[in-house]
């Protein structure tokens, strides 16, 4: 339904620069990486200097963290954490990115920083409330496992 409406209103203004974010973060967590930077760097072309560009960074982060491109992940969230360092959004990815590439000290580190800001957060409760394609939640879930996230 998402994609839908996205698509309803891309068709009106085909300029809407936050509307082709959204449409690329629903790519991410369809598991369509390079169609949702694809996406994203339109609207980041259409709107540079767009006060909400720490956003469009988060979502080229999770678009490489789904494509399974780690490095280029924690990049992209650094800087929108560099603009807006309590974005959840972000800052769950870069928890993900560090467990999978094995850099567990830093993904705890990070993980409390998350915490701090959203302490109830869960395994269980992440799992609840994710709209995203199985492979891509169970991306998620392993990487906050492996950070430590409690199940419950």
């Keep these: 339904m998402a994609a839908a409406v996205l698509d309803r209103a891309l068709t009106r203004n085909p300029n809407a620069a936050r509307a082709w974010s959204a449409r690329g973060l629903l790519h991410a967590f369809r598991n369509e990486p390079e169609a ?3 996406a994203i760097e339109r609207a980041r072309r259409l709107s540079p200097f767009d006060r909400h560009a720490s956003g469009y960074a988060v979502n ?5 963290l789904v ?4 490095e280029q992940a924690i990049e992209w969230v650094d800087r929108a954490l560099h603009e807006q360092p309590r974005t959840v959004v ?3 990815a870069k928890v993900v990115a560090l467990a999978h590439l094995g850099r567990l000290d830093e993904a705890r580190a990070e993980l409390s920083r998350l915490l701090a800001v959203y302490p109830k ?9 994710a709209f995203m394609a199985p492979e891509v939640l169970e991306l998620y879930v392993d990487g906050l496992r492996l950070a430590g996230l409690p199940e419950r």
């Design 121 to 129: 957060l869960t395994i269980a409760g992440y799992r609840e409330q």
């Design 67 to 70: 494509a399974r491109r780690f």
């Design 36 to 38: 949702a930077i694809e």
């Design 90 to 92: 972000g800052m769950r």
């Design 60 to 64: 080229i982060a999770v678009a490489h």
